[in-house]
């Protein structure tokens, strides 16, 4: 407890960390605030249909991310996940486009460039989404809208302001970044998911004692294994496989020597993050969706439409398992790494430069991605056990996916920022031994 208060007393005589601190929370106190305010023209008392068909499946990972602000039919309903979408567009076309290509070599202007490609394709995302998600309401909540409302310009205002919202949002994401603690974007969504937890441990902590029984003993029980599997996601998040790399330098005489100490490049066992599990659930909601829609029935179809189904899961867990592979073969370059370690004068001690090392960096990724993906599929099906033992659907999204991956990841990445700036006044770091390491599985020296 001492440690604890002598560090908050280091991080308040830190000028710059306090204000970074304080500039945080106030954008993200503008944030929270803005997600209750109401569309105009809608009964907020009406959308009780919304909040019920955003409490599963993917809708309720869009209210999660969203903090709520999806089922309450807000100004920033939509939140940050158009932007998400846009981002991981341009990645793959970085990949896999010649232009964004020769744009990601150009270094920072070239970032620029493709960070505004990013804004230009997440307002045409959102002209799509806002009609989309307003005919949503329409169906869902129809009373919830005001007699005698013109649909056409209410869909025309509603679009304009749905679209600012989440730009705002953006905005406000930017901000936190250059002046605020950093990581803005990750750290509004690891908001909107944070602020749903307060409620959902209430109900279930009255739905322990009142309704399914199991009293205060299988609560506890509950706390328990929640903070073991915390543990087991800061293992997987921060879990790396380092590789070492020396570097030579040319003496007189064509003569080589190493010189300086060796390095390691880190590997991360998990380096799709939760990108799997959002592919993952979006071909698992889709497909059935459309089936919905027409009408169809079909007994093999229905196991598929309960997320707590044997056959459900076993099928979202080959598919995370496949998108691991797929999202890290497409996002680390084993080929341009080689190319990058050669041009600099580096190798991998034992290993020849060039396409052997690609080879051996290949086959490093190869071993270590399968017990990750392994471990990522795990997490990501603990909630529908959770709600097999009768753990409200609200609590257990916190047992696992992707809003316990992405909370995990950006407390981490956040206290590392923190203890960087303590370590750079010469102040004891947050922990009395070691250092945090974020998501990128370095240590904040």
């Known amino acids: 407890m001492r440690k604890l208060v002598d560090t908050i007393k280091n991080i308040w005589k830190i000028e710059d960390l306090r204000q970074r601190i304080l500039i945080t929370i106030l954008f993200v106190a503008i944030y929270r605030f803005g997600s209750y305010i109401i569309l105009p023209g809608i009964d907020r008392s009406q959308l009780d249909a919304l909040r019920r068909q955003t409490s599963e499946g993917l809708m309720a990972l869009l209210n999660a991310f969203s903090g709520g602000a ?11 996940m158009p932007y998400i979408t846009a981002s991981i567009v341009l990645q793959l076309f970085t990949i896999a486009v010649p232009y964004f290509q020769k744009l990601q070599r150009e270094g920072e202007s070239g970032h620029r460039k493709i960070n505004q490609y990013t804004r230009y394709l997440t307002v045409l995302i959102l002209c799509g989404q806002a009609p989309a998600y307003l005919m949503n309401l329409r169906m869902q909540a129809a009373g919830a809208l005001n007699p005698g409302l013109d649909w056409f310009w209410f869909t025309l205002s509603s679009t304009v302001i749905l679209a600012a919202g989440s730009m705002f949002i953006l905005w406000l994401g930017e901000r936190i970044t250059d002046r605020g603690i950093g990581n803005g974007v990750s750290m509004i969504i690891m908001i909107g998911i944070i602020a749903r937890l307060p409620n959902a441990f209430a109900q279930e902590f009255v739905s322990r004692l009142l309704e399914s029984g199991g009293g205060l003993v299988a609560f506890l029980f509950e706390i328990v294994f929640l903070l073991f599997v915390i543990c087991f996601a800061i293992l997987l998040v921060q879990g790396v496989r380092k590789v070492p790399v020396q570097y030579a330098r040319q003496l007189a005489g064509n003569r080589v020597a190493t010189s300086g100490a060796r ?24 497909p059935l969706t459309l089936f919905q829609i027409s009408g169809g029935n079909s007994s093999w179809v229905q196991p598929f439409m309960d997320h707590t189904s ?5 099928v979202f867990a080959f598919l995370i398992i496949i998108f691991t592979y797929f999202y890290t073969a497409i996002t680390l370059n084993s080929t341009q790494m080689a190319e990058d370690m050669k041009r600099n004068n580096g190798f991998i001690p034992g290993i020849k430069p060039g396409k052997p090392t690609a080879d051996f960096l290949d086959s490093i990724m190869d071993r270590i991605t399968l017990p990750g993906s392994l471990l990522l599929a795990i997490i990501a099906v603990l909630p529908a056990f959770a709600g097999v033992f009768g753990v409200k659907a609200e609590f257990a999204q916190f047992f696992g996916g992707t809003s316990l991956l992405i909370l995990v990841g950006v407390v981490l990445d956040t206290l590392q920022q923190i203890e960087s700036h303590l370590m750079m006044r010469h102040y004891d770091g947050l922990l009395s031994s070691g250092r945090i390491r974020g998501r990128s599985g370095a240590a904040a020296y």
């Open 70 to 80: 999806f089922s309450n039919a807000s100004i920033f309903a939509l939140g940050i």
């Open 310 to 314: 044997w056959p459900y899961n076993v």
């Open 263 to 286: 390095q390691y490049i880190p590997l991360k066992v998990n380096a799709a993050n939760v990108m799997p599990i959002i592919f993952a659930q979006a071909i698992m909601f889709i």
